[in-house]
């Protein structure tokens, strides 16, 4: 009680937006993104981590001990991301050592190349929800993805978990990524969100982002949405569509605003970013970064202890630093910072239509 008292009071310091209450906001992420490797087995327009070939990272057993530490710090929710998370023949170990340590939420984030192979294995082990990237219908997804067949093969293993599920009774979220408003794939997102229904899963969309590592030295002049009618055009139809279908995709208006606005290069980093209060990044070698691969670290775990490096002076001092936006910005996981600058009407508006549609359906 005294924990949940001393987080919602943390929230309402962050919402007021004044500086000088950052002091006393405590440092106690919920949230952990684990980078389990940085190869990948795509070779996407869109990035270039697939670029990397990374030796030496974290060994199954230092990944598990990682795990051990976030539980013991207090994070409940786990995300596996990478590169490639299921490039790592490990993945499914892993997946059921958080399983065991009880984390909330255990997400992994997937290309979909391999998944009809790994879905029994993923499944079996625990996992809660699936993001699987998909960036355009058959061959524009192939063209973004750089790898021809990429379309299908992420289609059929989300058939494949789809029908694993039903036949074992399993309640596994999959949410179909697209990149949304490319140049390539913008008059594709309304088939794609059908395509999303008729499947049964969720959508959502991310935004390219110049600042974020993996997207750096891409060509943004040739992907980025120019025609602002586009723009509009997209945004609208999402709003409108999620009002047909809310439990189709989770952005809410505040969201969808948000994305209008950062598309047209208007006001892209409106708020103050909460990510080093709320989230805590791990990179493939041990790296530890204050909510966000933007700042430097703040330690490695092949030299210090978790609970040693969350919370230090170090820790503190970044995300003050992120919050009054004295780094790059980044959209990264932004639905977080949107949610926490609308806090009261995203809670009694988008939160509240949310647990409604709930109820009512139950």
Known sequence: MRLRFRERFGNILLYLGAQILLR????????????????????????????????????????????????????????????????????????????????????????????EDKAEELLENGVTHITVSVDGIGHTDDVIRGVPGSYEKSIRGIETVQRLKKDRGLDVSVTIVTTILLNQNVDEIPELIEISRSLGVHWLFNLLDPNLDIFKGIPFSELLVKDEEKIDRTIDYLKKTRKKYPWLFSSCDHMLEYARNYLKEKNRYDFHCVHGYKIVYLGSHGEVYPGCWIMKPIGNLRESKLRDIVGSKKHRELAERMYVNECPGCTNRYEVNIAMKHLLSHHFFCEGSKRREVNGNS
């Not at 490797?37 to 327009?45: G, L, Q």
């Open 24 to 115: 006393f906001v405590p440092l106690n992420p919920k949230w952990a993104n684990i980078r389990v490797t940085e190869n990948c087995n795509s070779r996407c327009i869109t990035c270039y981590a697939w670029k990397n070939k990374s030796v030496d990272e974290l060994t199954t057993e230092e990944m598990k001990d990682t795990l051990h530490q976030l539980k013991g710090i207090g994070v409940n929710n786990v995300i596996f991301i990478g590169g490639e998370p299921l490039l790592r023949s490990d993945i499914g170990d892993l997946i059921k050592e958080a399983n065991l340590l009880q984390f909330g939420n255990i997400i992994i984030v997937t290309n979909g190349l391999l998944l």
